[in-house]
């Protein structure tokens, strides 16, 4: 490359590198065998080659990563020049002794000189590109741009906190109340994680719980947050405050575990804390693979008296056959199907869920519940247990413990 990048300062042109990966690689590999996959990877070079110029350049340098090198003009064409030149590569099957094997790619890409002006730089921005590609189609193809290089790398600042963060005590649990909307009775709450650190503040959990469940540090935050639940309820129980179970979401990763169970019984032993204090949160992502498991390991906590709450309920999988085959004590309607209401929506949704927890004897909570409206719509439909700013905003398990003491919520207390 150090040739071109040579020859491009003297004709003042330009060229573009692209780190092209396949993503299916390892199914391919996995499915038919390694000889399959290296058949198919000759296959798809020659395709690639098929349609190069003399001066463009193709590498392997990876065992499923590739480097294209490129002569370039202008955005437009460039991009509707690759777009092309890799749907030509996947559009039709490989067909192979084993039957037909399709490829998909990731394709990440850097323009010299804008993006960098020696090779590492240029195989850095194409390769950060990749990060940035949408999974929408066989041949996803991203840019570089500064501000993706500056989005990654805050990214991974927010990485190296997040792995810190336990030790320096950054995390805290807040609560949010779920009240009793017919005689504002406090029926329980729900457990939300907050985190505070020096450089970014207050970082949304929605930030922070997929950085780690994405990079392996969702375990030992799940561990932390069920230790300190507990503590926590332990201690509420011991100075005679009168309790109420307090959920806690539990991330798809964990519950997947092969130890969960094992683990979560282990974190709750040393303390005074009971299936009627403690409920789990899950979405329905984590219970409709392997529904075999899934039953197990809800029915080993049930035993045990612990209660499954879905949460989000009606926002993922639309099969609903594992709610009759899982022993699921209530569903949490999604707060996207009341927030609108009644101006943009009809609450249509939320109804129908209600009826359906009722119709399967489920109980059934509504979250994100903001005004008087709403509560009065979800009480005709029979939807009496709220979550949401309406009744009280998570606040300090301090404050959580004044509310159990007091027993009640007024509105927007
Ligand atoms: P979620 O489990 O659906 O939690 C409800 C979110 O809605 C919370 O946001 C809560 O503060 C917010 N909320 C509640 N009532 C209202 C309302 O009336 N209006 C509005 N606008 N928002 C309301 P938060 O605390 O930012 O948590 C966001 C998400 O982060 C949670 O969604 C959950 O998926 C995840 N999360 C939070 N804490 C934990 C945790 O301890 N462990 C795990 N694994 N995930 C957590
Ligand atoms: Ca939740
Ligand atoms: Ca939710």
Not at 50 to 70: C, V, Y
Not at 121 to 145: G, M, P, Q, R, T
């Amino acid at each position: 490359m150090g040739v071109l990048i040579n020859e491009c300062n003297r004709s003042n042109c330009k060229f573009c590198v692209s780190s092209v990966i396949i993503t299916n690689l390892k199914e391919i590999n996995d499915s038919y065998g390694f000889d399959i996959g290296d058949k198919v990877i000759l296959l798809f070079v020659e395709r690639i080659r098929e349609q190069l110029n003399k001066m463009d350049f193709l590498g392997r340098i990876g065992d499923n990563h590739f480097l294209l090198i490129t002569n370039y003009n202008s955005f437009e064409s460039q991009t509707s020049k690759l777009k092309s030149l890799f749907n030509k590569c996947v559009q039709k099957p490989f067909i192979l002794r084993s039957g037909e094997i399709y490829i998909t790619l990731d394709i990440g890409v850097s323009i010299y000189p804008e993006n960098g002006r020696i090779v590492k730089d240029l195989i850095e921005a194409a390769s950060l590109a990749i990060h940035n590609v949408k999974n929408e189609d066989w041949v996803n193809i991203s840019f570089y741009s500064k501000e993706l290089s500056n989005m990654i790398k805050e990214k991974t600042m927010m990485l190296n906190l997040l792995k810190k963060a336990l030790t320096k005590q950054e995390f805290s649990l807040s609560f949010q109340p779920k009240v009793n909307s017919i005689d504002n009775r406090l029926v329980g709450a729900e457990t939300l994680i907050r985190w505070n650190n020096d450089v970014f503040g207050n970082v949304s959990p929605i930030v922070f719980i997929p950085l780690a469940e994405e990079n392996g540090l969702i375990n030992e935050i799940s561990k932390w947050i069920i230790c300190e639940l507990c503590s926590l309820v332990d201690r509420w129980k011991n100075i005679g405050l009168q309790y109420k179970p307090v959920s806690f979401n539990l991330s798809p990763i964990d519950f997947k575990r092969d130890d969960f169970i094992s683990q979560f019984l282990s974190l709750i032993s040393p303390f005074d804390v009971t299936g009627d204090d403690v409920e789990i949160e899950i979405t329905e992502g984590a219970l409709i693979n392997n529904i075999e498991a899934v039953k197990n390991k809800i029915d080993t906590l049930k035993e045990k008296g612990f209660k499954f709450l879905i949460d989000d309920f009606g926002t993922g999988y639309s099969s609903l056959s594992y709610l009759k085959k899982l022993d699921i004590d209530v569903l949490k309607i999604d707060r996207s199907f009341i927030k609108d209401y009644p101006e943009k929506s009809d609450g249509i949704i939320a109804r129908t869920i209600t009826g359906l927890a009722k119709s399967l004897q489920i109980d059934v909570i509504c979250e994100g519940v903001e005004n008087e409206e709403q509560i009065k719509f979800l009480r005709s439909i029979g939807c009496n247990t709220i979550q949401g700013y309406y009744y009280s905003k998570p606040v300090s398990a301090k404050e959580f413990e004044k509310i159990l003491q007091r027993g009640y919520l007024t509105p927007h207390s």
